[in-house]
Structures are given as structure tokens and as C-alpha cells.
């Protein structure tokens, strides 16, 4: 079995401070109902964390806000065996993702909804046009070089506005800004929203 070693534990509240005095590679958090912004908080304390949720909750709603959150990870009591933690907080740590099947249900049934939209009170702040064309290009693979090209503007800038966007999405680094900017964005005119 690979090293682990338990960094410490604390409450909720000082989570954050703590995440970022012990510099995690995962966090546990073991809350019901889970709370979308403590999610949040954790991610936004230390980008390259891994964020496991425990929770009793079953309810889509909340379940998918925690993954859209920043949640790597999300186990529901009574859906997995205490044995299977270790494995999950393992892969977590590898950078894979677990899911109960009730997390799975939830996301199929949010990804087969017509707007693939979080309800109006998670939305995140709007970006700007340009912002909003770079994180287009960013989630289709571009590299920053590749969209300054394309946009014939500096590699900084592009570097520039992707910090911003960051920061607008309260996103933890690349990845989690194209997640959430899938959930976020306007659906096209056409109908459903347009998640590649």
C-alpha cells in the first residue's frame, strides 16, 4: 500500500486555514447535507487539493452541486464499505474520481435534463465576451500559445485572462474552470445547452 499519512482534521469552519497549513493531496469532508460553498472554500484554499465528499444525502440537487463545487469525489453512506474508503481516497489522490451510485444517478439525470444548468442560485458570475471566448478555446484543448495565436494577443494575456476567469468561476485551476463553464454557460439559441 502506498504512504498515507493523516495530516489532522478540523471542523468545517477553519477547513480551509487547515488545508492550507498541511497542504493536503486529498481532503475528507464528512458532511450532511453537504454544503456546495464549503466545497468551494476547500477547493479555492489550495488549487491542487482533491476534495472527497461523505455525506448521507441521496438528493440530486445537492449531490451534483458538490461535484460542480469541486468535489473529485462523492460517497453516500450506505453505498460503500468502510473498506472501500482507503481505495477511494488512493485513486482521489491519483487524480480519479468515485462515485455511489446515487452521485451517478444524479449526475446521468443532470446531464440528461434539457439545460445541463445548475439551478439560477449557483450560477456563477458572467464573464466578459472575451473571457468567455477563451475558456471556449481552452475547453477545446487549446494550449495558451495556441489561443494567443488565434487571437493574435500576447501568451501572457491569454495567461492573464485565464487567472481572471479563474477567479470569476472560483474555479481551482484549468480543469474545474471547464467543468464549471460547461455547467454555467448560456444554452445556444437552438435549445439545450451545447456541453462538447
Not at 486555514?17 to 476547500?42: E, F, I, M, N, W
Not at 460503500?80 to 485513486?91: G, K, R, T
Not at 491569454?158 to 480543469?175: D, F, P, S, T, W
Amino acid at each position: 500500500m502506498p504512504h498515507v499519512a493523516v495530516a489532522g482534521g478540523a471542523p468545517a469552519d477553519r477547513a480551509p486555514a487547515a488545508v492550507r497549513d498541511h497542504a493536503p493531496d486529498v481532503v475528507l469532508l464528512d458532511a450532511s447535507p453537504p454544503h456546495p460553498g464549503a466545497v468551494g472554500r476547500l477547493a479555492r484554499a489550495a488549487a491542487a487539493v482533491r476534495i472527497v465528499v461523505v455525506t448521507a444525502t441521496q438528493d440530486p440537487h445537492v449531490l451534483v452541486q458538490v461535484l460542480a463545487a469541486g468535489a473529485h469525489g462523492c460517497l453516500t453512506y450506505g453505498h460503500f464499505e468502510p473498506a472501500d474508503l482507503a481505495d477511494v481516497l488512493l485513486a482521489a489522490g491519483r487524480g480519479e474520481s468515485s462515485l455511489s451510485p446515487p452521485a451517478v444517478t444524479a449526475l446521468v439525470r443532470w446531464l440528461h435534463d434539457g439545460t445541463r444548468r445548475l439551478p439560477p442560485d449557483r450560477q456563477g458570475p458572467g464573464l466578459t465576451a472575451r473571457e468567455a471566448e477563451i475558456l471556449d478555446l481552452i475547453a477545446a484543448g487549446l494550449t495558451n500559445r495556441q489561443i494567443a495565436r488565434r487571437l493574435v494577443i500576447a501568451e501572457k494575456t491569454v495567461k492573464n485572462h485565464a487567472h481572471q476567469i479563474y477567479r470569476r468561476l472560483g474555479a481551482a485551476g484549468r480543469e474545474h474552470a471547464i467543468a464549471r463553464w460547461r455547467e454555467l454557460r448560456p444554452a445556444p439559441a437552438g435549445g439545450g445547452a451545447d456541453i462538447p
